[in-house]
C-alpha cells in the first residue's frame, strides 16, 4: 500500500490510498482524481494522464521508457518532470509520491 | 431532404466490438449499417494503437490493432455490412418500440429497429492545445485537420507536433505554402521513416524551418494569427512568423452528443444488464468499452461476449414471436451457407 498524493491545477491536493502493482493512472481513476483522461485505458497509447513529478521524486521513479517518451509528443507543455502517470508503476518504495495534474489533458 | 436508410440495425462505432456485433446480428440475418466518425474502421485499435501489439485476444497470441480490425472485416464480410465513414451520429430520436431515427452530422439519416452503441470511449476528436487565447484563431488561423489543402496556399504555415498527421502535413503542404515551419519538442519522430527524411531533405535545401520547442502564446487580431511565442528546448524564448498554425497532438475521446439522447449515464458509461446488454431504453444497446455492469473489465474479448448476447434480444424485437434457434456455426448448414461456406 502507498499513498500517492495529486497537486491539482487550482492548487488543492487528494491523497490516495494505492495497491503495489497498480499504476499511478489507476490509482487516479479509480479515485476520481479530476484531470486524469486516460483515454486508452492504460495501454500507453494516448497521452492524456500526464502529471508532473515533484522534484523531490523524480529521481526515485527512474527515467522514461521510449514508448513513453514517444508519447509525451502528444502532450502538451512537456518539461523534464513530466511523466505518464499509466507508466509508474506503485510500490512501497514510492509511499508517499507527490505529483502535479495539468490544468487539462485536452 | 436526404434519403431515409432503411435497416435492422445501426451500429455506432467500427470499432472490434462494433465489427464483431456485424458479424453476430448476422448470423441472425439482421442487416447493419455501421457509423465512425473516423475514416476508417478500427476504432482506438485503428487510432491509438495500429501497430502495437495485442496478445489477450483469444486463439490470437500476438496480433497488432489493425491486423485485428482487418480480420473483424473479413469475418463480417458475409454479411454485406455498409460502412459510413467520416460521420458521427448527432440525433437519435424514437418514433416508437423499435422504430428509431438516427441522424449524421454528414446528413445521412437511417430508420431502424434496434441501434447498437459501440462507442467506446465516445467520438475521436483532435486535441486542442491549451494555449491561451487559442479558440479566437480557431477555424480562421487555427485548424485542427486539413480538409482542402488549397486553403493554404502562399500561408506561412507554422506545424506543430512529431507524428504522422504532422509530417504528412509539412511535407504535402509545403509545396504550397509561402513558408513553413515544422515546431516539435525534440529532435526525434515517431512518424514514418520516409516522411521524416524528406522533412529533413527540405530543410537542408532551405525550404522549409525545423525549429526545437513548445508553444506558449499567440500573438495576433481579429482572428488572424500573426506570430507564434514558443519556449526553446535550450531555455530560450522566440518567435516564429506565422499567419496560419496547425497543431498535431493526437486525438482524444469525448463523449459527443449521445449524452444528450435521453439514455442514462454514469460517469460517462451507459449503464446495461448482463443478459441483453440494454440500455435504460428499450431497443438501444451499449457493448463494448461504453458500457458499464458489476464486474465489468474493459477488454476487447468482453465486447465479443457482449456482441453475441444482445444480438439475441435483437432478434425477438425484429422478429416477434419467432423461436429463435440456437445454433453452432461448426454443425449448422444453415449458419454456413449466410456465411458462404456451406
Redesign the interface.
Known amino acids: 500500500m502507498a499513498k500517492i498524493t495529486f497537486i491539482l491545477h487550482n492548487g488543492t491536493e487528494q491523497t490516495v490510498n494505492a495497491i503495489a502493482g497498480m499504476s499511478v493512472m489507476e490509482a487516479a481513476v479509480k479515485n476520481m482524481v479530476p484531470g486524469i483522461?486516460a483515454?486508452?485505458?492504460g495501454?500507453c497509447?494516448?497521452?492524456?494522464c500526464h502529471v508532473y513529478v515533484e522534484p523531490e521524486w523524480r529521481d526515485k521513479l527512474g527515467k522514461r521508457a521510449p514508448m513513453e517518451?514517444?508519447m509525451?509528443?502528444?502532450?502538451?507543455?512537456?518539461q523534464d518532470s513530466s511523466r505518464l502517470s499509466c507508466q509508474i508503476k506503485i510500490s512501497d518504495a514510492i509511499d508517499g509520491l507527490r505529483v502535479r495534474v495539468p490544468?487539462?489533458?485536452? | 431532404m436526404s434519403d431515409v436508410i432503411t435497416t435492422d440495425a445501426v451500429i455506432i462505432g467500427a470499432g472490434p466490438c462494433g465489427l464483431f456485433a456485424i458479424f453476430e446480428l448476422g448470423l441472425l440475418d439482421i442487416k447493419c449499417h455501421v457509423v465512425d466518425i473516423l475514416d476508417r474502421a478500427g476504432g482506438q485499435c485503428a487510432e491509438l494503437y495500429p501497430e502495437k501489439p495485442i496478445y489477450d485476444i483469444p486463439a490470437l497470441p500476438i496480433v497488432t490493432g489493425s491486423e485485428l480490425t482487418h480480420r473483424l472485416m473479413e469475418q463480417a464480410k458475409p454479411f454485406h455490412p455498409q460502412y459510413h465513414f467520416n460521420q458521427m451520429v448527432t440525433e437519435l430520436i424514437k418514433h416508437g418500440d423499435n422504430d428509431f431515427e438516427l441522424h449524421t452530422d454528414g446528413g445521412i439519416v437511417f430508420r431502424c429497429k434496434v441501434v447498437v452503441i459501440a462507442a467506446g470511449g465516445g467520438s475521436f476528436q483532435p486535441k486542442k492545445p491549451p494555449i491561451p487565447g487559442i479558440d479566437a484563431y480557431e477555424g480562421t488561423s487555427v485548424f485542427y485537420s486539413v480538409k482542402k489543402m488549397e486553403v493554404f496556399r502562399g500561408k506561412d504555415i507554422l506545424i506543430v507536433g512529431g507524428g504522422d498527421s504532422a509530417l504528412d502535413w509539412v511535407n504535402n503542404l509545403q509545396p504550397l505554402a509561402k513558408t513553413m515551419t515544422l515546431l516539435h519538442r525534440r529532435d526525434e519522430f515517431r512518424a514514418a521513416p520516409d516522411s521524416v527524411n524528406k522533412m529533413r531533405e527540405l530543410v537542408a535545401a532551405n525550404k522549409m524551418q525545423m525549429k526545437l520547442g513548445q508553444v506558449t502564446g499567440l500573438t495576433g487580431s481579429d482572428g488572424v494569427l500573426a506570430s507564434v511565442q514558443v519556449k526553446g528546448n535550450d531555455g530560450s524564448a522566440f518567435d516564429i512568423a506565422a499567419n496560419t498554425l496547425l497543431p498535431f497532438f493526437g486525438l482524444t475521446m469525448k463523449l459527443g452528443p449521445l449524452a444528450n439522447w435521453g439514455l442514462n449515464l454514469e460517469q460517462n458509461l451507459i449503464p446495461v444488464d448482463t443478459e441483453k446488454f440494454e440500455s435504460s431504453e428499450k431497443g438501444i444497446f451499449a457493448i463494448g468499452d461504453i458500457n458499464h455492469y458489476p464486474g465489468k473489465l474493459k477488454l476487447i474479448l468482453s465486447g465479443f461476449h457482449e456482441a453475441a448476447l444482445l444480438a439475441q434480444q435483437a432478434f425477438r424485437y425484429i422478429n416477434p414471436g419467432e423461436r429463435l434457434l440456437f445454433q453452432y456455426t461448426t454443425s449448422s448448414s444453415n449458419l454456413q451457407k449466410k456465411l458462404g461456406v456451406a
Open positions: 483522461d483515454d486508452c485505458g495501454a497509447a494516448c497521452a492524456t517518451e514517444d509525451l509528443d502528444f502532450a502538451f507543455d512537456v490544468e487539462k489533458q485536452f
